[in-house]
Structure formats: structure tokens, C-alpha cells
């Protein structure tokens, strides 16, 4: 039977360590629930009292190691592993229990702007290789899988090819071993669900996480797609997790959380940026504090965040603040 979820309660009750590993299982039981779609009275419970603290930034890290503009950080999967390797590893130190892997631009598409088009297969390979040395079981490896840009090139893709792409890159990761495929930093609902479908077709649990920061309120996509729309069509779509990340400063993500939460009993993803990005002394600095970050953390997951990161700008410092705040480490 479907059931819908209670609302979270108000309070969630964080005590003891020990819990974090306890989260840690649930949510391995969170996916096989959730991939299984029917036994969603256990997965009511499970996602009422935990929650599971993802990685932050990575194009941040990639920076401090000296990457170059216009280069491609997928690419490092290839040139310098170790990089990617130690990346990966400081966010598990940091109190990460799911990592993405470095192939959020590894579609052919994607790949092709930068001139490796034809290293999809490798760079999705290692990727994954990199992700499962670094976290030695200590934490579950997502496929990360960006969008491919395609409404910035001037070449026609048809919903088809776009359909290939995704599903090429998918196959790849679910080959080398992820434990679900995570879209992130999507701006394009009928892309999103194209990509989706070629996900799921490989039968991997999957999520979908778009970039809410258009509009007055600055709570559409760049297409103007609504929180609601979108986690109604990726629920009907058959998403495993939905969710927001990027774009906004954490503050703007209590409302578009519990928008999202209002519009579908899937479990809910936010990884909001570290704020504004500015320049001091020739460094980028972002305008939201780790502290304040982890602040806003623990409200997100008051609210019924089911996994909270970061993206732009959360280094691993704020994931090792928002896991101390929240007491997972
Ligand atoms: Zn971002």
C-alpha cells in the first residue's frame, strides 16, 4: 500500500555517535525501499528519524589543487588520480557518508566541449574506481551525472540522442560498481526526465536534484520549472530521491524544501552552495560562514531534509561543522 509520509517532527532528537553508523544503515535500507516502491510503511519510519550527510563542493577542491580554466576536472579521473583520490577521502575524514563520484560532466556531450568525447568509458570508470578506493566502504559512492549543456550549444539534440548520452554514462557507473546515480545541478525538467528514464533503465536507484534560482522569488529553474512541478513529474517519473542543490545561499532553501516536501513522500536531497562568491585579495570567498552553513543544516533536516551537503563553496569544512552540529561524527 502507498502511504503518504507524516509530516517530520519538530524536533528531531540527535544523541550519541553511534547513531551516525545507525543512519548509515538505514539508508541502505532507504534504497532497497525505496527501489522496491512498495514497502513505503518501513520507509515512513526510516526517513522520519534519520538522514544522511552527504559531500560538498568539488569544482572548490579542484581549485585549491591549481585546476586551470577551461579545464576539465572529469579529466583528472585520468591525469591525476591521486587528486581526485584525496578529495574524495577529505570529505569521508569530514564525516561524508555518501560520495559522489568526479563524473558530473562525463556525458559525451559534455566531454566533447572539452575535446574528450571519446574518453567517456575511461573517465566514468576511473571515476568510480577513484570514489570506491577513497571511501573503503566507509561510505556509499553515488554516480554523479550533470547535465549536458546541450541548450548551449548551437548543434540540434534530439530527445533520442539526449536518451543515449544519459544512458551510455549511466551504464558505465552502474558497471563499475555505484550504488545509486545521482542527477545534480539539473535546470531542465524535460531533460532531467529524459535523463532519468535512461537511469533508472539500467535499474539502479536513482535521484534527481535541480538548480532552483530564476524568478522574482527565485525559486524557479532557469526554465522556469516550479519545486512542486518538478517533484510531482520526477515522483510520477519514478525518482528515488528529489531534491535542489547549487544556486541559492542555504537560507533561501527552508522554503523550497518544504515545497519540495509538500509535493511528493520521496525522500529529499539539499545541497545548497556556501552563498555569494566574491573576490578577496585574488581569493574566492563565499558569503555564508561554515558556521552558519551548519546552522542552517540542522533546520534543513528539522524540516525533513533526508540528506543535506553542500555544493559551490561548501568545502569540507562545513560538511565537518554540519556533521558536528548534528553530532554524526
Ligand atoms: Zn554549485
Known amino acids: 500500500m502507498h502511504t503518504q509520509f507524516t509530516n517530520p517532527p519538530a524536533q528531531i532528537q540527535i544523541s550519541g555517535s553511534d547513531r551516525c553508523q545507525l543512519r548509515f544503515d538505514n539508508f541502505q535500507k532507504i534504497i532497497e525501499l525505496t527501489y522496491r516502491y512498495t514497502m513505503n510503511e518501513n520507509l515512513e519510519k526510516i526517513l522520519t528519524d534519520s538522514f544522511t550527510i552527504t559531500d560538498g563542493a568539488w569544482g572548490t577542491q579542484f581549485r585549491e589543487f591549481g585546476i586551470g580554466p577551461g579545464e576539465c576536472p572529469d579529466g583528472w579521473n585520468l591525469s591525476s588520480p591521486r587528486i581526485v583520490e584525496k578529495i574524495a577521502r577529505t570529505y569521508i575524514e569530514a564525516g561524508s557518508k555518501i560520495i ?5 560532466r562525463a556525458n559525451r556531450i559534455s566531454l566533447g566541449s572539452y575535446g574528450l568525447g571519446e574518453k567517456v568509458r575511461e573517465i ?5 574506481k577513484i570514489a570506491l ?10 554516480g554523479s551525472v550533470g547535465p549536458t549543456g546541450k541548450m548551449f550549444t548551437s548543434r540540434y539534440i534530439s530527445d533520442t540522442e ?7 554514462q549511466a551504464q558505465l557507473l552502474v558497471d563499475a560498481g555505484v550504488d545509486a546515480v ?10 532531467a526526465k529524459i535523463a532519468l528514464k535512461a537511469i533508472k533503465e539500467t535499474g539502479i536507484p536513482a535521484g ?4 532552483f534560482d530564476a524568478g522574482r522569488e527565485k525559486d524557479l529553474t532557469m526554465m522556469g520549472n516550479t519545486p512542486e512541478q518538478a517533484a510531482a513529474e520526477f515522483t510520477m517519473a519514478g525518482a528515488d530521491i528529489i531534491g535542489a ?7 533561501g532553501y527552508i522554503p523550497i524544501l518544504k515545497r519540495l516536501r509538500s509535493s511528493t513522500n520521496k525522500p529529499i536531497w539539499i545541497k545548497p552552495s556556501a552563498g555569494v562568491p566574491g573576490i578577496v585579495q585574488g581569493n574566492v570567498v563565499y558569503s555564508t560562514s561554515p558556521q552558519v552553513f551548519a546552522q542552517y543544516a540542522k533546520v534543513l533536516v528539522t524540516h525533513g531534509a533526508s540528506f543535506i551537503g553542500g555544493c559551490c563553496g561548501a568545502s569540507p569544512e562545513y560538511i565537518n561543522l554540519v556533521c558536528k552540529l548534528l553530532k554524526t561524527k
Do not use: H, P, W
Not at 534527481?208 to 538548480?211: A, E, P, T
Open 100 to 104: 559522489l563520484t568526479n563524473t558530473f
Open 124 to 128: 566514468n570508470q576511473a571515476g568510480v
Open 133 to 142: 578506493n577513497a571511501v573503503r566502504k566507509r561510505a556509499l559512492v553515488f
Open 162 to 168: 539526449l536518451f543515449d548520452v544519459y544512458s551510455e
Open 182 to 191: 545521482m542527477l545534480e545541478s539539473m535546470i531542465d525538467l524535460a531533460e
Open 208 to 211: 534527481v536534484s535541480m538548480v
Open 245 to 251: 542543490n547549487c544556486g541559492l545561499g542555504i537560507e
